[in-house]
């Protein structure tokens, strides 16, 4: 399996501007998590996915804020308008139904906003 | 209010001695417990993990134990290699994981 995959891997935008940051879990997976990494506040969970239902969204900072995965291989998490401030390593992850509870990570989308 | 604390954030250790990193978490209804490890422009990768019915779970030269009365979690690398230089993150909780912030590991040659 190829992994997790997301893209773009980079992104540079204006402030103002609609980003959207996309994710493919691994195939089988029936969780998909979105994560923010900022030096600030590290690693943190922004939304989580159950059979393509949001489970748990309270980590989304704010209604600029917005994901979907409108079927079991593709996910999107999109900001409107993004600001600087959003400017962090996104990454998406997967996992499988059961007691382990291992998540698998995306190489993540580096995001710049100017 | 950080449920899952690594308070060292850099740690260096000779090649071929044990590292040991730190984790202590404030939430006791954690019950699984994971470390990751992430290398520069990549995602963490999963490394180990426990369940709170066990106390340790070895995997080659990884350890992990876990000490529920003290809320405390380490990762024991024996020995270490220059190629276990990384960012190494500890996670708690069960679906939902709470990410610590991060230890720096370098393991000099």
């Known amino acids: 399996d190829a992994g997790v995959i997301q893209s773009p891997r980079h992104e540079v935008t204006e402030m103002g501007q609609e980003v959207t940051l996309r994710c493919k879990p691994i195939s089988g997976h029936d969780y998909l998590f979105w994560y923010r990494q900022t030096m600030m506040r590290g690693l943190e969970l922004l939304i989580y996915f159950n059979n393509n239902v949001p489970i748990d969204d309270s980590g989304m900072p704010e209604d600029r804020f917005s994901a979907k995965m409108p079927n079991a291989s593709f996910s999107t998490l999109k900001i409107q308008p993004s600001e600087p401030r959003d400017s962090a390593v996104y990454f998406c992850a997967s996992s499988l139904s059961g007691l382990d509870y291992e998540q698998y990570f995306g190489p993540g989308t580096r995001l710049t906003v100017t | 209010d950080q449920q899952v604390k690594q308070n060292s954030p850099s740690l260096s250790v000779q090649e071929g001695r044990i590292s040991i990193l730190n984790c202590d978490y404030t939430?006791?209804?954690?019950?699984?417990f994971l470390w990751y490890k992430k290398y520069p422009a990549e995602g963490p990768t999963f490394l180990i993990s426990i369940s709170s019915i066990k106390d340790k779970n070895e995997d080659g030269r990884f350890t992990v134990f876990l000490n529920k009365s003290a809320k405390h979690l380490s990762l024991h690398i024996v020995p270490s290699q220059p190629g276990d230089s990384a960012v190494y993150f500890c996670?708690?909780?069960?679906?939902?994981?709470?990410f610590g912030s991060g230890t720096q590991l370098t393991v000099l040659p």
């Open positions: 996670a708690a909780g069960t679906r939902q994981l709470t």
């Open positions: 939430n006791s209804m954690f019950d699984y």
